[in-house]
């Protein structure tokens, strides 16, 4: 695990400082870190701790209660698959093999060349088109094993 | 003049291409010179006819699905503007049967109008409510929303006045209205739908719900999966404020109410009303020990009103025509309308907005047109993860709270998700339990062993391990996570595995492959 470089420490003080006055500030800032670095860096954690005036531990806590932070940086994009139930009935698990089998990864890893990092959801509030997934945000329907190569032929040309 | 044409930003229909359909259109537009305005919508919930567009012609909205973006310049060609007939048309949008045979009250608008405009929402009866709110006492809003008969719609289904009214006798300097938008169940997305298609209706529900029991600050918790939702409701609020209707001195009347939205993080169990308390406190979603009530001891300690989106968004409507046109929908003490949510192996997937009182069978055939892949449908799921599988044999069960709860199953936030006759109901139960184990908040030990402990007996069950015995201990954990749980999470998790075994035994004596 790196450190933090001179230009992470400055955004996680300039997120901390944004929001530490709000009520319960502590979730905002955990998303502004990960929105803006990608993931919240372990070394973030004290930051945040003394900025909040909240102990370590209790940082620490709340970051690995939540599915959504994570702890290492993603690739380039993010893929999530909804494994929830609607999308189970239209074949969401043949559509999770398939992905895995394609990006050569298992869920919660990132492909070799940094491209993509598989995540699981739980819904995506598109069971009427499923089985559904999210690339960066950019949500998607009724997505085949040959719709999936799709995306990811069109996401892999993206910055 | 200048045609209207409505292409959909909810976040379905752009799943399915409606953001190159709006380009292409623009484009064709603009290249042909032609006087037509494209106003982005929310969608009207039919979602195999997405992306929907529809044009406002001298015989109302004619529409026009599902299209494609390379659909674009034919449908121009046939004359798109004036109505023509072409391949794709499907005739006035409302009497399209799906729409016409609904009983759309907290849906009116949704699909309708342009969410962000505070012009378009008015014109379309917004801001009724509250106007008339204004010019009631605080105790005349409550008793207006306990006769409507109105109950929550987020699951637990409590009277939704009620509550308001234990809020409003509180004691305190500060009080507030916690929106919960963390919609986590499988097979719902009506809070999603209501909150881009007409996020103005929300902001007004909490507005009332703020003069209603004395609060002048609301949160609204948002799932993180919804990014769509989340852009929909900044705009929306900063709208609001801009028109005075939401912030200081509302609409000259010396109330004040603002909103807030905030994120969750991933967690189901944020969805539970007390973990989503500790969540907006920035806290890890630990479930409270109730009492006290977050009535009384809530958000920040202070007296908070919790309600789902449906809830707050359906109270414009009671405040604007009045609690007994509300409760003159609906069966028994299931008043109203509920936007009930087709979902998963249907052919017509979509919302469904009816009075309570359609059946289970009707839903399924009549609007969803059966399974989408042409195979009888086994089972349905009703009330999102913790819901019970119902057979075919119970399709003609009523849709209604009493209903469901008298065949052992439950309503919850009204998602149907359908599954046809290839699903494996040892396998769901085997996923209940799982996603109970990964969700769990860690709190219960019945809850956070139980539901690991579940996965392994069913995995024994399926592998033919000790059948027998096995299925008696999971029946004993079902048991014990029913009755050691503090909150639904755990203590629900055994009505899916359970109603999978009643119905479907033959699933956990399979034959071994
Ligand atoms: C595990 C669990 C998850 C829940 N998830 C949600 C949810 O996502 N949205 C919601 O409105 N209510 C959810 N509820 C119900 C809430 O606890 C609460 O009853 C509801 O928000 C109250 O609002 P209402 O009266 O308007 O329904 C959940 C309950 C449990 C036990
Ligand atoms: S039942 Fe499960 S989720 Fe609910 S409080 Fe107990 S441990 Fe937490
Ligand atoms: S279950 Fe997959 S989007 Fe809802």
Known sequence: MKALDPTQRETVNRIIAQHKDRPGPLLEVLHGVQDALGYVPADAVPLIADGLNLSRAEVHGVVTFYHHFRHAPPGRHVVQLCRAEACQSMGAEGLAAHAKKRLGVD???????????????????????????????????RVTPERFDELVKEWEGRP | MSVTIYVPRDASALSLGAESVAQALAREIEKRRLDATIVRNGSRGMFWLEPLVEVETGEGRIAYGPVKASDVPGLLDAGLLQ???????????????????????????????????????????????????????????VQAVIDSGLRGRGGAAFPTGIKWKTVLEQKATQKYIACNADEG?????????????????????????GLAVGATQGY???????????????????????????????????????IEVRLGAGAYVCGEETSMLESLEGRRGEVRVRPPLPAVKGLFGQPTVVNNVVTLGTVP???????????????????GTLPIQLAGNIRRGGLVE??????????????????????????????????????ESQFDVKVDYEALAEIGALLGHGGIVAFDDTVNMARMARYAMEFCALESCGKCTPCRIGSTRGVEVIDRIIAGRERERNLRQLEKLCE?????????????TPYPVQSAMRHFPEDFRAPVK
């Not at chain 1, 499923?130 to 690339?135: D, E």
């Not at chain 2, 409701?233 to 603002?258: M, N, T, V």
């Open chain 2, 185 to 209: 169940d499988s097979g719902t997305f009506s809070d999603r739908m209501l909150m881009e298609g007409d996020p103005l209706s929300l902001i007004e529900g909490m507005t009332i719900a």
């Open chain 2, 480 to 492: 014990t996570m029913l009755h050691g749980s503090l909150c639904g999470l755990g203590g629900m």
């Open chain 2, 317 to 335: 409507t009671i405040l604007h025509k009045g609690a007994k046109f509300y409760q003159d929908f609906g069966v028994g003490r299931s008043r």
């Open chain 2, 220 to 258: 609204i918790y948002l799932r993180v999966e919804y990014p769509h939702a989340h852009r929909a409701l900044k705009e929306a609020i900063a709208a609001a404020r801009e028109a005075r209707y939401l912030g200081r001195d509302i609409l000259g009347s010396g109330r004040h109410f603002d």
């Open chain 2, 83 to 141: 109505g023509g007939a072409h391949a794709l048309r499907l005739g006035p949008t409302e009497e399209i049967p799906y729409l016409r045979n609904q009983q759309r009250l907290t849906f009116a608008r949704v699909g309708v109008i342009d969410p962000t405009s505070v012009a378009s929402y008015v014109a379309h009866g917004g801001f009724q409510g509250l106007r008339n709110a204004l010019s009631m006492t605080p105790e005349q809003i």
């Open chain 1, 107 to 141: 869920f919660h890893q990132t492909t070799a060349d940094g491209k993509f990092t598989l995540e699981p959801v739980f819904c995506l509030g598109n069971c009427a088109c499923s089985p559904a997934a999210m690339i960066d945000g950019e949500l998607y329907g």
């Open chain 2, 354 to 391: 009816r009075a309570f009182g359609v059946t289970l069978r009707e839903l399924l055939y009549d609007y969803g047109g059966g399974s989408a892949t042409g195979r009888p449908i086994r089972a349905v799921q009703v009330g999102g993860p913790l819901g019970a599988y119902i057979p």
